[in-house]
Every structure is written in C-alpha cells, then in structure tokens.
C-alpha cells in the first residue's frame, strides 16, 4: 500500500533558526497536502500543491512539490515559538480513486 | 461556520463498555471522515462516507468497529466492547470531495478505556 514518510520525526530549533521537514512517498502522488496540529489541537490545512514542482509561499512558510510528485518539503524561515506543532503531510496516490494517506509528522518544539 | 462538531470531547470508560463518538460536519460538505490518532501509529483513517453511504472501511480495525450516517449531520463511531488498546483520540473530518479539497477536522474525542 501507500506509504508517506516524514523526516525527521522531530526537532527542537531556537527561535530564529530555519526548518526544514522532508515528506517522500513510495509512490507519485496526484496533489500533496500539508496540515498542521499544534499541542493538544486539531489538524489544521495549510496548503495544497498540485503541480510539479509547484513552490507556494505563505509569509514565513515555503511549500515544495517534488517534480516526480514523490516528494514535498515544507521549510520555515525564522521560526518563532507560534511555529510549535506537529507538521503532516498527506497525499492521494496518481491515477487511483484512493483516499488521502496521511505521512508520519514532524513534531517541532521551537524554545527561546 | 460552525465547523465540525464532535462529542463528547473525553471519554474515559472500563473495558467491556461500549463507546458512542458523534460528529457534526460541517454543512454541505460530502464527505465524512472518522480517524484515529496514537503515538504509535499516527493518524490512521478508519472509514468514510460520502453522501452518507460509507465508501472504504479498509481501515475499521475489527467487527468491534462500526460507524453509520443516518443523515447528511450526523455520524457515529461505536465500540463495543471497547478495549484498552482502543485508547486514543478520534478525529471526525468533513470535505467537500476526497481528492483536492481541504480536510476540516473537529477537536476530537480523547478515549481512554481502562
């Protein structure tokens, strides 16, 4: 089946200092899609990339779609402490009727 | 918007007990998701409906699993016995269709069975 990995599982930046989560599928994906849950919350949609090798931004966010739709990172530039959560991203594989798969996360926990 | 409305927001029950989860999509949205959510296994989609007609229930781990949508608002998740390896939260998710349009998920239900 469809498998969504996430790395790394988790990291611990200063506030300031990039991050960057990395999400790669065993198999090409038509659309990705990247939520974010913050302590004891709720899965939260961020953003959708579709194309190949789509880029979309979001203030401090930068999305990426890989352009064999295996693989998308999300890089945060500056993290502040309001950028702590988990960060998931989640697929629909090409070419099937199937439903979104979910990937690992990365848990982020950004400290002064 | 009201969102997805989910209840109770915790449960904490004795094994052998059954368990009612309820959601509320959100209006007009389609499709209904029931997920569930540990440490171990992440977030892990045990079933969904569209217009009310469940579609895949691959992911409903066993016959103590059942889930149902009498109407467009309304959906359960019921466990019966519940069991200790239950435990986690459940989350309901509601869109508008399964393949490009974003997942809205309610606060979720946290299940403890003891």
Redesign the interface.
């Known amino acids: 089946g469809q498998q969504v990995m996430q790395i790394p599982q988790y990291q611990h930046v200063q506030e300031g200092e990039d991050f960057t989560t990395y999400c790669n599928s065993s198999t090409t994906l ?2 990705i ?1 990247w ?1 974010k849950q913050r302590p004891g ?5 961020l953003i ?1 990339l ?1 194309k190949s090798g789509e880029v979309k931004k979001q203030k401090r966010l930068t999305f990426q779609f890989g352009e064999a739709k295996k693989n998308s990172s999300l890089h945060i530039t500056a993290t502040q402490t309001t950028d702590v959560g988990t960060y ?1 991203c ?1 697929g ?1 594989r090409s070419g099937t009727a199937s ?7 990365t848990r982020l926990q950004v400290t002064l | 918007d009201a969102g997805v409305i989910q209840s109770p927001r915790h449960e904490v029950t004795e094994m052998g007990q059954e368990v009612t989860l309820r959601c509320k999509p959100i209006s007009g949205h389609d499709y209904l998701f029931w997920y569930r959510q540990t440490m171990m296994r992440g977030l892990e989609l045990l079933i969904y409906f569209n217009n009310n007609v469940p579609i895949d229930d691959s992911g409903m781990p066993e016959d103590r699993f059942s889930a149902k949508m009498p109407n467009a608002s309304f959906s359960t998740l019921k466990i019966q016995p519940s069991e200790p390896r239950d435990s986690a939260v459940y989350f309901c998710a509601s869109s508008w269709t399964v393949y490009n349009s974003p997942l809205h998920f309610g606060n979720g239900t946290r299940l403890t069975v003891t």
């Open positions: 038509s659309n899609q939520y919350g709720h899965p939260v949609f959708q579709v998931f989640a629909i439903k979104l798969t979910f990937g690992t996360g």
